[in-house]
C-alpha cells in the first residue's frame, strides 16, 4: 500500500514539474506532464511526494545547468575561442591534440623535408574542476514553490561556477611576470591621489600594441580584456572610448583602440608592486591593483568537460527533511603558447612627491 501511494504522489510530483518545465520552453503543459512520467517510468525511479525521482530529476537538472553555463559564456570576453571540448576524454585535454604550430619552410628545395619533433607539445593537462557547496531544499520549500526553487538554486550554482570559470581562465592567460616573450607592462599615466594607483593612458595602449607586433602577432583578431579601474581611467580622459562605451553591445566588446577589439571584466587578476601575478582569490595589499590582459585568440583554446549534480534526498535525512544539491564541473581556457598575449599591470607611487608627470 505504501509503494502504491509513493507512486501516486510521485506521479503528481512528476505533473507538477513537467507541466512547470512544458510552460518554460513554451509547450503544452498536458505534453509536459505525460512526458515526464514516461520518462520517470522507463527510468524506474520513482520517490515519496514532494521530491522527483532522483534519475530524472538530476539528468533533467544537470542538462539545464550545461545549457546556463553555456548561455554565460555568450557575448563575453571567451566567446569565439576556438573550443577544443570534442577532443576531451575523462576530463582531460593533449595539447598536442589541440595543436601547435610547426615551422614553415618557404620555397623549400632540400629534402627530405626536416622532422621538428613537437614533443614538449604533448602535455596531458586535467581541466579544472569546479565544485559548489552543497545547498539544503527543505520538502516543506519543494512542497510550496517546487519548480521556482529549484530553478533558483540552479540559477545560483551556475553564476558561482561561471564566476570562477571566467576568473580562472582569466589568471591563466596573464604572465606570471615579465619576460621577452611575455611582456607585463605598467601604467604611466597620473596618479590617483587616494590609492597612488598610476591610471592608464592611451599611450599604455600603444605601448602594449608596440609589443606585441614585436612578437609578430598578427594585427586581427587581438582582444584586450580592460580590468575596472583601466575601463575607468579612459572613459575620464578619451572622448572618443566614451563614446564607444555607450553604444549598445550586443557581441560584448566595449570598444575598439588601435586594432584590439577591447573587453571589461570585473575580476582579472592582481600583481605585486614587483611586478608578480598573485594567486587565484588573492586579497590586495597596498599598492596592488588587477590587471588588463590581452591576447591573439587563434592562439588560445578553451575547452569544456563533464558537469554532474549530486543530490540527496530528504528521506535519508529523517533529522532535517532536507534534499542536499550541488555541481560540478570542467572547464579550462588558456594559451596554446605564452608568446602572443601581453599584461598591462597599474604602476603604484606612494606619495605625490615622487609623481613623473607623463608628456602630453
Known amino acids: 500500500m505504501y509503494r502504491f501511494l509513493a507512486m501516486i504522489a510521485a506521479v503528481l510530483v512528476n505533473c507538477v514539474m513537467g507541466s512547470a518545465l512544458a510552460a518554460v520552453v513554451g509547450i503544452s503543459p498536458a505534453v509536459g506532464a505525460v512526458g515526464l512520467n514516461v520518462i520517470a517510468s522507463t527510468a524506474g525511479n520513482f520517490v515519496s511526494a514532494g521530491a522527483l525521482g532522483v534519475g530524472v530529476y538530476t539528468e533533467i537538472w544537470t542538462g539545464e545547468l550545461v545549457k546556463y553555463l553555456r548561455r554565460g559564456l555568450e557575448a563575453t570576453w571567451l ?196 611586478g608578480v601575478k598573485k594567486d587565484v582569490g588573492a586579497t590586495a595589499a597596498t599598492g596592488e591593483f588587477q590587471c588588463s590582459f590581452a591576447f591573439y585568440v587563434p592562439r588560445v583554446f578553451k575547452a569544456t568537460g563533464s558537469t554532474k549534480m549530486y543530490y540527496s534526498e530528504a528521506s535519508t535525512d529523517p533529522e532535517y527533511q532536507r534534499n542536499k544539491i550541488n555541481f560540478r564541473h570542467y572547464f579550462i581556457c588558456m594559451p596554446k603558447k605564452a608568446d602572443a598575449g601581453g599584461v598591462i599591470m597599474s604602476g603604484y607611487q606612494a606619495n605625490a612627491t615622487s609623481e613623473v608627470i607623463p608628456e602630453g
Open 79 to 274: 566567446d569565439g575561442i576556438p573550443d577544443s571540448s570534442s577532443i576531451v576524454n575523462n576530463d582531460v585535454i593533449h595539447l598536442v591534440d589541440v595543436g601547435v604550430d610547426p615551422d614553415v619552410l618557404i620555397n623549400n628545395t632540400t629534402y627530405p623535408i626536416p622532422l621538428q619533433a613537437l614533443d614538449d607539445a604533448d602535455i596531458a593537462i586535467q581541466l579544472d574542476k569546479f565544485q559548489t557547496k552543497v545547498t539544503p531544499v527543505t520538502d516543506d520549500e519543494l512542497y510550496a514553490v517546487s519548480y521556482d526553487k529549484m530553478t533558483r538554486v540552479k540559477e545560483s550554482h551556475g553564476n558561482s561556477i561561471n564566476d570562477s570559470k571566467f576568473a580562472k581562465a582569466a589568471h591563466a592567460m596573464c604572465a606570471q611576470r615579465n619576460t621577452a616573450a611575455t611582456p607585463v607592462l605598467t601604467t604611466t599615466g597620473t596618479r590617483d591621489v587616494v590609492t597612488g594607483r598610476l591610471k592608464l593612458c592611451m599611450q599604455d595602449i600603444i605601448n602594449l600594441k608596440r609589443a606585441m607586433d614585436k612578437l609578430k602577432v598578427p594585427a586581427a583578431n587581438r582582444r584586450l580584456v580592460l580590468c575596472s579601474d583601466h575601463v575607468n581611467d579612459l572613459l575620464e580622459t578619451s572622448q572618443a572610448f566614451k563614446e564607444q562605451y555607450n553604444i549598445n553591445r550586443n557581441d560584448g566588446t566595449v570598444g575598439k583602440l588601435f586594432g584590439f577589439d577591447i573587453y571589461e571584466f570585473g575580476n582579472n587578476p592582481l600583481y605585486t608592486t614587483a
